[in-house]
T-cell receptor, first 116, second 113 residues
Framework: ETGVTQSPTHLIKTRGQQVTLRCSSQSGHNTVSWYQQALGQGPQFIFQYYREEENGRGNFPPRFSGLQFPNYSSELNVNALELDDSALYLC???????????????FGQGTRLTVV | GESVGLHLPTLSVQEGDNSIINCAYSNSASDYFIWYKQESGKGPQFIIDIRSNMDKRQGQRVTVLLNKTVKHLSLQIAATQPGDSAVYFCAEKEGGATNKLIFGTGTLLAVQP
């Protein structure tokens, strides 16, 4: 186990609804990244949060947004859900510091989102 | 553009044999590479990593080789076991402050008893 926890594990939403997914990072890690993994594909980078600010974003529309809290946990919010948003949403935590810049990223088990 | 691709989508090996999973990357600016194992219904599990200033790194039963000349990465698993059956992803990270990983589509490793 990595120490990265995500909730909920499974979720079913209706098209047009909004969803919030949660992630607790591994102890000692200060950076959280979110990925979307469609069935049969590799994870795609959504965005990263460091020091409670977005620090890099992939090719995802603005209806994908996030937050990072002082305890380094994070939320992923998706508005106006579309059928194609159905995927496994993964959270990864890592440590960013001046020396190593970034350490390896450890993933949580993911949240399986189904949009109907 | 950015891309990480795998040469073989499916690899079938006999238990006890050695496995080699290959990966090609296209971004010469990438300075860090990771191999992940993903079992069904689980998140990717870190296996081993390598930085661009190295060409080989060994772990327990696993070895990663990096050939920057041809932009090729491989994962070698010694004495493959049934528990090694999973999808394996290579991921690359560009140099810079953002820890953005670019994943390929994955290789399914099937270990036959």
């Amino acid at each position: 186990e990595t120490g990265v926890t995500q909730s909920p594990t499974h979720l079913i939403k209706t098209r047009g609804q909004q969803v919030t997914l949660r992630c607790s990072s591994q102890s000692g890690h200060n950076t959280v990244s979110w990925y979307q993994q469609a069935l049969g594909q590799g994870p795609q980078f959504i965005f990263q949060y460091y020091r409670e600010e977005e620090n890099g974003r992939g090719n995802f529309p603005p209806r994908f947004s996030g937050l990072q809290f002082p305890n380094y946990s994070s939320e992923l919010n998706v508005n106006a859900l579309e059928l194609d948003d159905s995927a496994l949403y993964l959270c990864a935590s890592s440590l960013h510091n001046r020396v190593s810049r970034n350490t390896e990223a450890f993933f949580g088990q993911g949240t399986r989102l189904t949009v109907v | 553009g950015e891309s990480v691709g795998l040469h073989l989508p499916t690899l079938s090996v006999q238990e006890g044999d050695n496995s080699i999973i290959n990966c090609a990357y296209s971004n010469s600016a990438s300075d860090y590479f990771i191999w992940y194992k993903q079992e069904s219904g689980k998140g990717p599990q870190f296996i081993i990593d390598i930085r661009s200033n190295m060409d080989k790194r060994q772990g327990q039963r696993v070895t990663v080789l990096l050939n920057k000349t041809v932009k090729h990465l491989s994962l070698q698993i010694a004495a493959t076991q049934p528990g090694d059956s999973a999808v394996y992803f290579c991921a690359e990270k560009e140099g810079g402050a953002t820890n953005k990983l670019i994943f390929g589509t994955g290789t399914l490793l099937a270990v036959q008893p």
